[in-house]
């Protein structure tokens, strides 16, 4: 034993090393041969927004790529399970999504298997030699947001901006989906020299935290000994600069409340209303006084209140829009858990009806430090990186989240990158856009960091 | 003097009811005469419903009709006064409603004058002897209510059901501007057995209690002796119903208050917001909890919150919609008062914005006891009213308090009825309609209590 | 049938005049025989105050003379149905209380009678014609003030000041008492010429209203005629002023809401806690939002909160002291239901544990119009006031209005005059004193009035 | 320089070594000597406990003993600036206590320096040798607990409990004062061996944070190198424990906030109130719904809320109690400025005065880590503690900060201990009492530290 850990320290090491650099160029070249195809695909997938659990134009178009380049695709069911699907929209908006789908050219057939919102796709690759399985995340949803349409933005200037009116690509979902597709490129171009398993998740409905918790649930990452995830920009601020430790994702759950109240004439008969408003503002009082948590941060916001029929009207019906955080999901739990009791409190205090939904939801955690050492050290042999931030404090919610703490409580390792890329405006803003370099410098780190883990037992085991 | 008294007791009393008894039958008879008419104007009316401050085309129609019976005819600023207009819409909203006035046949040369939304009109004849001024006042708008489509409503399924989207005529207004056109009909037949002034008002945006304001601001009413008003329906439930001696109006005040907050993420820095949204429940629950009064009732009604941008983002909006009432003038003022200080407090207590703008407000007041029982005299004659009832506590706000207010102030007699008519539904509801025969009691009653009081102290100083 | 009432009205109306004169002249007679006994008696009851339900010391005095006077006195059990007893001090408090009266010289046996603070007492007398039976009550407790100690004070300086800290007649319910013995005595004196049967109810606990519930539960009055009681001052403001017609009892509920929390270190782990101090200020806020009701008045407050036991620990306790008013029982009955639901509602938001007890109630209510008038006939006859007030609105509570709903819901007549007094300061203040001159028409206007309906039938029947 | 480095790690340092172990050797067999009278000054002073701003008795105590030991004593405003005192009790309590102090056998010069609660002391010694200056902290108030006073409590039983009822040593800052006065002596004793200068600084009103700030401002601190602080218990459960790093001083203000309204009768004129009670009970909602800060952890409590005259009285005054912190003196800075804001605009909105006055602060902070490496070495070095924390999160508030944040201002470093001690029950309990060998281990640990700075750079200049 004494000798080989020194053979390896002594010997090995600089040949390890070589081998890694290796790899490093052949996903280079691959990716700088895809440029122009990624960008391509970016502003197509930019110009055909879809919010979460419609996006079967995206899926159907990433799943056809797939196939063709020989992954095994899964979609629907086989990925994603229904009951644990959170915020979907109502049926005929997903009939008309699926409809717009087909006629914007998705393959009915990938269409018809994610009907319902189920609009996950997994794409998986066996290498010959056995190692470890790598699963990489890549969010699809688009935001509501009306995109603006002025000269001065890019996508409206050169003829990709949305053609769906209040959707838009505004958070780079499109650039993420479009990396998917590249990096799927690149590793499949190297499947002679890696070991083990690939794993691509294409996933719906990021965007309010929906998605992940069905995905997850269906047990499609409890083999996986590497996650990986990454969004651009964020914390990051320009093109160059990249964060491999990333910690404090913020637990969340989010919910809907809404108060059934009587109305009645405001001036002739106010005591026989039954007074859903003054319900909704009392518990909106009182969920924001919810005591802090001496174990870590938390978070209570009631971001939108509407309530009322009329001036003169007893109001008769209200409904809230919450989320609670917490840096971990007991702190997030225990906010929860206040919420739905103050909430149910105030219906019962204005002797009003309430329903609550859960509309969203994310874990809390952090990267896996020996994984984002890992990332790190390949983001330094790259050298595409002008700024590498050494740990960087997510301080929100992304239900990356849940793939994290799946893998994690399995004895995996888990890592999310930000990644990042100069900005046209803030993420969700109508002028959103990111400079495309930033597309490669996310497809190399991602190849890179899944082909050095594809290689590193095999490496280790010569 | 004694003589005299006894005189007039015996002799005279039964010679004065005559003559009364004569000028209601050509009453009778003139309404009658116009029955037809009276129902299709009102019809017309229904199918161009027209919102407070827009009655361009109803106002020019009346002015039209009332010019070409012999009335002098005044309109816009001569009528009103632009700076007590509350809640006026929109300039472009104005401008619209005033060209579609036009287009549907609406005479250009009155619409030019009301631009601006002042859609008052009044209609004024002197007669030849000198006596006392009555003055009637009629509501011409609509409500923002879509007017039912089905074959069991019968303006729908007659054919005169509302042309424009979102508006109706679902509070009898409608009717209200024919039984004014008739009115004004059957007094000019008259003309020569009256004494004194008539003064027909019309007056724009009852709803909301926006228009009384500024018609008697502009001083319209400041020399009437007797000023009449009347409704269709409310607590009256079916035809052949009235109200004569009508009190309890409660006086109000209506208010939007904007709250102007700043954004912030309320995960990643919740503490650089301005919470508009707090600001705003915590205005609705104090506002609920202002003391009541012991000189008699009051109200207060936060009837509409809308408020925030997201839920994952720290309120940076709110709109309140309130309003205050009081069993008098000022108890409603003491309500105010408190309302705007908890509303200024509350947006000083968050730090935000605050913009208050009053958009309606009516006085409080009864009938004057001696014109309610006179007004009971006539109908009790008319022999057309099969249930009339003493007092009605209308525990409500109309607008018609601000003329009541003014005319009892300088020491003349107001008196408000509340006409009974057959509903198909509630006031305010998307099938409102109205039995079309309470048009003619309406007339009746209105025109003979007129004659009554421009022959009275003609008759008496005989 | 119509000539007795011809008759009636011509010869024997002046006859009864003549008999009520008489003894009305024989009333004042007696009454100014016992002047100075009636302010030695309500001087020696002032200077031995007892709060509510430790009435031990007065009760046993007022027992005695009755007693001595011929009267059946009952106490305790007898007059009063303890179930319905509220805001009963400590079962250590009325022991001491106890002893304190025996010490001060009140017989033992009257004393244990009245065990537990069943301090009622009620003293009948029938006499041998039949007749009406006539109830009147008088308040015995005081008030928990300090009595002011200095020479501007009268009982202080005259030497009969509170002999007990913490203790003082500032309601002038000394006063009260020293009027009925005066009362008992007069009528005893005019036995021979009176009919049917006089109840004295001296009743403990008035200031909270407390005490006339338990009484009128034990059915007492169900048998009453004529209900009479009668106040100093209050809104009358002189000495010879009187108020015969009084409205406007607003029925009440008291209640004290106790929420127990879980203390915690508000630095080191707030979240550990239970915050019933945030439970409180939230039901208050709250009970003073609930809606106004358009029945008629409606009251609310909480008047005392007091929570928490220290800056730094999350606050575990907090009591609240409210009352419900309403101009009717049933509006009170909305409040007291709105209030209690509220409350429970703030416990459970709160997660905190919460006791509630009702510590006092009364009825709404309002004279009977017909014995209203008989007392002012009285009142005019006497030539003792100077200011006959016709209508007094109470606009507060009197448990009095529990005898006043018992008797006029069996067909019984009610009426409660206000007696006017010179004050030396106003009700409930530490400067508290009237006129003695009051004691003397209070005695004369309550034993006239007994007497006249006492010989009413009587002498119709003649 | 390169040899010097050599020379210092290879011959020195062991040299060194020795001449430290000679030290604690020395300060050992001291502190030993002195355990009985140790025992004796602490239970002096438990039985004369003092709270905050009146130790004229603990303080005229100790300046007796450090003058007598050869130290500079310094009192009252030399050392204590008189502005920014905070939550000092009245000017009659303060006299009381003075004169009490007296009779109890203090030197009334002494007192005399420290009227009006300026009761604070320093005693400094200046070495021959130059050096560092090293100041220790040691507080000397009690609580306002009343002591237990049963033979299971040692204090009771041993006959030196509490002489003052209301008032005990609850914290035992008895015992930190009788350490104090021990290290006065040990150091005393090695003053031939030490260079520098010692300032032993014996602070008021440490409960309640309000002492620590005027001590400072005095400028006592401004040339320290070296702050050094301790207390018992705390985090540390046994004798024998020992924290020598702790980070996370909470940064706090403490608030009296007095709202002052207007009473009413609250049935007869409620609206002629000002409610003072409902300002309250708004301003703490309000309070503790104040947005959670990005930047670290945050606390607001409302710990008492004492308002309202009576049941049926509007209520027309509250005092709340309350207290803001953060993790940082800037965090806590924002929390106090929202709280003002709020409880400003709470008065505001119900019209009512309001008096508000800070009682209490703390800064945020954390031990200098070099220092609190020292400070560790020598723990283990003395072999007497069995359980050597490394860090401890104090999690709470300790105006020790002040010195803290005030040397470390100025380039000087400081360290805060806690000293496990078996506690008989919790710190602010009835039963408090601590295992007295801490005190040995604490004066200890305290001299030897002391020693080693004063010693350090005097042996690196050898």
Request: charged residues 25%; negative net charge; aromatic residues 8%.
């Amino acid at each position: 034993m004494y000798f080989m850990k020194t053979f390896i320290e002594l010997i090995w090491q600089p040949w390890k090393e070589v081998i890694e650099m290796v790899l490093d160029e052949k996903v280079a070249v691959q990716v700088d041969k895809l440029k122009k195809l990624t960008i391509e695909r970016r502003r197509f997938l930019h110009a055909y927004p879809e919010p979460g659990w419609t996006e079967f134009h995206t899926a159907a178009f990433a799943a056809k790529i797939l196939t063709n380049l020989g992954y095994a695709v899964s979609l629907g069911d086989a990925v994603l399970n229904p009951e644990k699907m959170m915020g979907v929209p109502e049926e005929a908006i997903l009939k008309e999504a699926a409809r717009q789908a087909i006629k914007n050219g998705a393959k009915a057939e990938f269409v018809d298997q994610m009907a319902g919102g189920k609009t996950g796709i997994m794409a998986v690759f066996k290498f010959a030699l056995p190692g470890p399985v790598v699963a990489l995340r890549f969010d699809m949803d688009s935001n509501d947001v009306c995109e603006a349409q002025t000269e001065d933005h890019r996508p409206y200037k050169c003829g990709f901006g949305s053609k769906k009116n209040g959707a838009m690509h505004a958070c780079g979902h499109d650039g993420h989906t479009a990396v998917g597709l590249t990096v799927a490129q690149v590793l499949m171009s190297l499947k002679d020299e890696l070991a083990g398993t690939i794993k691509l998740i294409f996933q719906p409905a990021e965007e309010g935290v929906r998605g992940a918790r069905a995905m997850t649930a269906s047990g499609i990452v409890d083999d996986v000994d590497y996650m990986l995830g990454a969004h651009f920009g964020f914390k990051m601020k320009h093109t160059g600069q990249v964060a491999c430790d990333v910690t404090g994702f913020l637990a969340t759950s989010k919910y809907d409340a809404e108060f059934i109240g009587i109305p009645a004439h405001a001036g002739a008969a106010p005591e026989a209303g039954r007074n859903a408003l003054l319900a909704a503002a009392c518990a909106t009082l009182n969920l924001h006084a919810i005591s802090r948590h001496s174990d870590g941060a938390s978070r209570i916001n009631v971001g939108s209140l509407v309530a009322g029929s009329g001036r003169n009207i007893i109001g008769d019906k209200a409904v809230l829009k919450l989320e609670t955080r917490g840096a971990t999901s007991k702190i997030n739990q225990y906010m929860a858990g206040e919420a739905l009791r103050i909430i149910k409190a105030a219906a019962a205090m204005y002797d009003v009806k309430l329903k609550i939904r859960e509309v969203g939801s994310a874990a809390g955690g952090s990267n896996t430090p020996e994984l984002s050492k890992k990332v790190q050290m390949v983001a330094e042999r790259l050298a595409i990186f002008d700024d590498i931030v050494p740990t960087a404090d997510f301080g929100a919610s992304e239900d990356f989240s849940y793939y994290m703490e799946r893998v994690q409580k399995k004895g995996g390792q888990a890592a999310y990158m930000m990644v990042g890329a100069d900005l046209a405006a803030g993420h969700h803003d109508s002028y959103f856009d990111f400079d495309e370099t930033a597309l490669d410098y996310a497809a190399k780190l991602l190849s890179s960091v899944t082909a050095q883990l594809l290689t590193d037992k095999f490496i280790e085991k010569v």
